[in-house]
């Protein structure tokens, strides 16, 4: 959809994020925490001994990005498998305690939840377990997932595919869950990993980090200028490929690339003291679905994403973006009039 005449300001822009509904459909997890002391090997094996202190569980995955976008003041509604287990029960009390809805939500018996348990002492990560499955989800499982996807898409502006390998979604699905809403007229933004990265056809806007673009492709160039040509040739053959309206890398410390087809940009990243690069994708792309449901050209989509994206990696572990630091940022680097 075009931008409207509100959009062309950056305080009409903001604002207009508060009206938008994001279906997100994926792999959601817990992220779990351990923080402690270790001053001693164990007796039993040479691993440290860690006396705990404090715990914690955060919302990951799919449903970080939905913290994002309701960071950013739209309505997050996700899509997703956990299992009938202890983490599923604690998913869904973070979702409660974070008011976010579970109604696109299934549980299932055949799955656990994933958990991605951290052990950290000193401020060293010492170890992650993780719980999970990465199977296709069963066919009863994947009824249940589309019935709720059905039923969300009529209140959705803009789908994001939040793809972590874990299962959820496979081609079939994703081929479905895009016809269904390019039937509707409702746009679709991805943020792919390996298995399924070619099975993004006909996608309004496709993100992958260059690490994704190089493994999901099989070609091999680098994050610098001089393998820019092979670069571009890669996003090329991507577009043959996926046929998608907008592609969006990102390129870490280089920043980001656009390619719509009839224009491409490269938008350096800004000067940043970073302590953290995790979560930034999710940042990227929940401001990136945004901009896609407001119909925002792809070169400002891809200046405000790659302005989010630097912004949380100011902080320290996943954390979603604050709307009013991005709208400030944005006013200062002058890319809308305000």
Known sequence: MPASAQTQTLSGLFAAFNRLTVLIVGDVMVDAYVWGKSTRLSPEAPVPVVNVSRTEQRLGGAANVALNVQALGATPLLCAVVGEDGGGDQLLRLLGQHELSAAGIVRSAERPT??????????????????????????????????????????????????????????????????????????????????????????TLFKPNLKELREGLKMDFENTDDDQPQFEAAVARLREVLMPEIVLVTLSERGVYVDNGAARNHIPAHLRAISD????????????????ALGLAPELLAALANLGGGLVCEQVGVVPIEKELLLQEARQTGLLAD
């Open 114 to 203: 994933t958990v991605k348990q951290r052990i950290l002492a000193a401020g060293q990560h010492l170890l992650r377990i993780d719980s999970e499955v990465e199977t296709d989800l069963s066919v009863t499982e994947a009824r249940a997932l589309e019935a709720r996807y059905e039923t969300l898409l009529s209140q959705a502006d803009v789908v994001v595919f939040e793809d972590y390998d874990k299962g959820v979604l496979n081609s079939a699905s994703i081929a479905r869950f895009i016809e269904l809403a390019r039937e509707r007229g409702i746009p679709t933004v991805v943020d792919p990993k390996r298995r399924n990265f070619l099975a993004y056809q006909h996608c």
């Open 277 to 292: 690069v995790s979560g930034a994708g999710d940042t990227v792309i929940s401001i990136a679905a945004l901009c896609v």
